[in-house]
T-cell receptor
Framework: DGGITQSPKYLFRKEGQNVTLSCEQNLNHDAMYWYRQDPGQGLRLIYYSQIVNDFQKGDIAEGYSVSREKKESFPLTVTSAQKNPTAFYLC????????????FGPGTRLTVL | QKEVEQDPGPLSVPEGAIVSLNCTYSNSAFQYFMWYRQYSRKGPELLMYTYSSGNKEDGRFTAQVDKSSKYISLFIRDSQPSDSATYLCAMSGASIVAPHQGAQKLVFGQGTRLTINP
């Protein structure tokens, strides 16, 4: 059963703490993406990766970091430098970076207390 | 001005009505157009995909692209309560982000929240 999984579904963090969101895919896709969704603002691209050990900043990368050590995994770390981290985070993947169709995971809701 | 504009709604219609959802855009380089459906607290799922101008039909859903007007639409016929969701338009051009790598950056509209009333 192929797909994208994100964990946890809900995450709570105290101010000043770093937190890592998990994203795993078993679709054998080369490209993976992280988006942030806020009410009324649609989806904004944080980071993307077209291939293992390579990733690029998106539109709102400040305060975030990623790694891509394995093809199936693309974890996102929300650091204490991110000023307003409370949001819905979505991971997506596509066959390769030149393919326009992206498939999304179920999302992680991060709340900073 | 945003690259992609979408009326956030909310839009509420009775069951069985024809629904029209729209997006306008400003970047003439966009060639690929998508509609995603997102249920509350879930990830978006791809509903329709079209390339360049024209119509595409899939069951009760029809996607239209008018590149000359920079306007795309999604029509839902015989709407059902299960169609209640947020609908996001998305679009991309050829290698907007990194031409040498072929990276595709999707630009999303805000999403329109749709409710179908039984």
């Amino acid at each position: 059963d192929g797909g994208i999984t994100q964990s946890p579904k809900y995450l709570f963090r105290k101010e000043g703490q770093n937190v890592t969101l998990s994203c795993e895919q078993n679709l054998n896709h080369d490209a993976m993406y992280w988006y942030r969704q806020d009410p009324g603002q649609g989806l904004r691209l944080i980071y993307y990766s077209q291939i293992v050990n390579d990733f690029q900043k998106g539109d709102i990368a400040e305060g975030y970091s990623v790694s891509r050590e394995k093809k199936e995994s693309f974890p996102l770390t929300v650091t204490s430098a991110q000023k307003n981290p409370t949001a819905f985070y979505l991971c997506a993947s596509s066959v390769d970076g030149s393919t326009d169709t992206q498939y999304f995971g179920p999302g992680t809701r991060l709340t900073v207390l | 001005q945003k690259e992609v504009e979408q009326d956030p709604g909310p839009l509420s219609v009775p069951e069985g009505a024809i629904v029209s959802l729209n997006c306008t855009y400003s970047n003439s380089a966009f060639q690929y157009f998508m509609w995603y459906r997102q249920y509350s607290r879930k990830g978006p799922e791809l509903l329709m995909y079209t390339y360049s101008s024209g119509n595409k039909e899939d069951g009760r859903f029809t996607a239209q692209v008018d590149k000359s007007s920079k306007y795309i639409s999604l029509f839902i016929r015989d709407s059902q309560p299960s169609d209640s969701a947020t609908y996001l338009c998305a679009m991309s051009g050829a290698s907007i982000v990194a031409p040498h790598q072929g990276a595709q950056k999707l630009v999303f509209g805000q999403g329109t929240r749709l409710t179908i009333n039984p």
